[in-house]
């Protein structure tokens, strides 16, 4: 082994080690800083857990933290939490930061199987232009490298890797199956073929949005198996391993749906599709899709996954072309999300990294003939791009502290009145107050909802609606300013008509149980 290769391989060391490290930089620090709802729900349904599991705790807690678990709904199976809820057992405390941990090495786990498929991506492209088998080797790791570093490093990448929620574990599987499906192409045999199908399986299984990359994958492959002819295709689909796979892939989603039941996903696909299908036909739909997902990954790395898709051939091509495909198609099932959650991405940042093997495969066929000063001129401009997302993720988390959250909620839970019910305009759908207050309440919608609601055309009367939700209630607590901001009619009913009960840092409570008139609107603030 030369020095060149021992150079890349222990560069392959390091871009692992620091991965991981980055995904543990301000472990302890509250799950605040990304997608908080998602975060916290998680963590009440794995305290839920832990406290049905702990031995020796107060019986009432107990039954307060199941009830909260319960009420959260379900919608995959809780593999994470359970993870975590088990961890906290062992270690004896229930550690939320303990789900970043177990995130970050299911992230790292995938970003084995993501170099293992780059490294034979770039092979399979540089064959054609590279002759030596030890230069298409070193080649080879080169491109897989790139393509590891931008899956590790990308920012969102770190921050929604690293946070509690499924969507982490799910990229995991996904990158397994797509690495054996590749081995199966290349060589089908069993052991690939049952890998790939479990792989596939616990993939849907840990989040159902993975079926449709994983059947975008699973069909373009098979096609390309074909040889796009009907002899090729008669053959292929008597393989008794291909039926085997796609047996063994949909096996864990559809026991779990029959343990489950059925009515969930038909609502869910009800609400989620059905119900917004009309965004497909709006030319703005797109363009919001296209800029949040170009912010996501950056725009320079989806012009080049774009060009990645246009310089493949053969196996690389289909491979890509399912991949993208599936996911598009995935779009048009869950159009909403598409513009307003990132989270919902995720997959694209381990789709666009094998997207650039083609490109870093193409240049460096093209560096290896020319002077050694371009190819150093690569290398330094990896390097500085890799600087920049290391340094565009480190600060925004040393800069941003939660640490006083739990703190600032059991205060405001001390200030609520226990001889009535309360309905909020609260944050993260009352899961703060869940989490670190162990304080449960209804909750009024926020302009999110009310705006989905407007899209789904399920638009409210304000009065009888406001009379509808405050029916039962005692009491209205107000802790997203922002919202009632943003609510002038609530904001107006609640001045005017209901006396204000307590009001301080961070917190507005009103009375409903006697309503009155103000006669000067202008109190309002």
Known sequence: MNSRSNWLYLSILLIFIAGFALRLYDLTDQPIDFHPTRQLRGAIIARGMYYEMLPNVDESLRQKAVTFWRSTGQYEPSILERLAAITYLLVGGEYIWIARIINAFFWIIGGMALFALAKRMAAAALARNIVSSSSIRQAAIVAALVALAYYLFLPFGVFASRSFQPDPGMVMWLLLFSYFIYRWSEKPQWNWAVLAGICGGMAILTKAIAFYTIAGIGISIFLYSTGFNRLGFLKSIKNPQLWSMAGIIIAPP?????????????????????????????????????????????????????????????????????AWGGYIIYGFFFPYQMYSHNYYHLQVVAISALSLVPVTSWLYAKAAGSKPVWRYSLVGAAILGLGYFILATAIPLRSQDYRNEPSYWQEITSYLPEDGKIIALTQDYGYRLMYYGWKKVSLWPNRGEQNLNSLRGSNKEFSSFFTRQTADKSYFLITSFRQFDDQPELKQELYEHYPIFAQGNGYLIFSLNEKHSVSDPAVLP
Not at 260 to 276: I, K, V
Not at 286 to 292: E, F, G, P, S
Not at 304 to 313: E, K, N, Y
């Open 254 to 322: 559809v026991i779990y749906s029959i343990f489950l039941g059925s009515e969930r996903a038909a609502e869910y696909f009800q609400s989620w599709t059905l119900a917004l299908s009309h965004l497909l036909l709006e030319p703005w739909f797109y363009l919001r899709w296209t800029v949040l997902l170009q912010r996501l990954i950056t725009p320079a790395a989806l012009v080049l996954a774009a060009a990645g898709v246009f310089l493949s051939r053969s196996r690389n091509l289909a491979f890509l072309v399912g």
